[in-house]
């Protein structure tokens, strides 16, 4: 899944630590595989995130980061987010060592 946000001007670093500060509550969503947060211009930002299946998609997109998207949309972003979905075809990972 992949969703693009664009920063109210003057927001932009309110918008980096609402998307850092997301980070704590990812670690708690085991159906949620790799998250990423991106800065892709000066005021455009996105979220990719990937599922090990459509009902951890589903379950994301009810989640709290969802929420806490929706809750604070208005005063950080300057429209609404757009969030495309997609399946992954191909991949590359790193080799998980286990001990």
Same mark, same amino acid.
């Given at each position: 899944?992949?969703?693009?946000?664009?920063?109210?001007? &003057?927001?932009?670093?309110?918008?980096?630590?609402?998307?850092?500060?997301?980070?704590?509550?990812?670690?708690?969503?085991?159906?949620?595989?790799?998250?990423?947060? $991106?800065?892709?211009?000066?005021?455009?930002?996105?979220?990719?995130?990937?599922?090990?299946?459509?009902? &951890?998609?589903?379950?994301?997109?009810?989640?709290?980061?969802?929420?806490?998207?929706?809750?604070?949309?208005?005063? $950080?972003?300057?429209? +609404? +987010?757009?969030?495309?979905?997609?399946?992954?075809?191909?991949?590359?990972?790193?080799?998980?060592?286990?001990?």
């Amino acid at each position: 899944m992949y969703v693009r946000l664009q920063a109210k001007k &003057g927001k932009e670093k309110e918008v980096e630590k609402f998307l850092c500060d997301a980070l704590t509550t990812v670690q708690n969503e085991p159906a949620i595989s790799t998250w990423f947060a $991106l800065r892709l211009g000066p005021s455009t930002y996105g979220i990719f995130d990937t599922f090990a299946d459509v009902e &951890g998609r589903q379950a994301h997109l009810s989640g709290k980061i969802a929420e806490a998207i929706q809750e604070r949309s208005a005063e $950080l972003f300057s429209q +609404p +987010p757009a969030t495309e979905q997609a399946d992954v075809l191909a991949m590359k990972l790193p080799e998980v060592v286990q001990y």
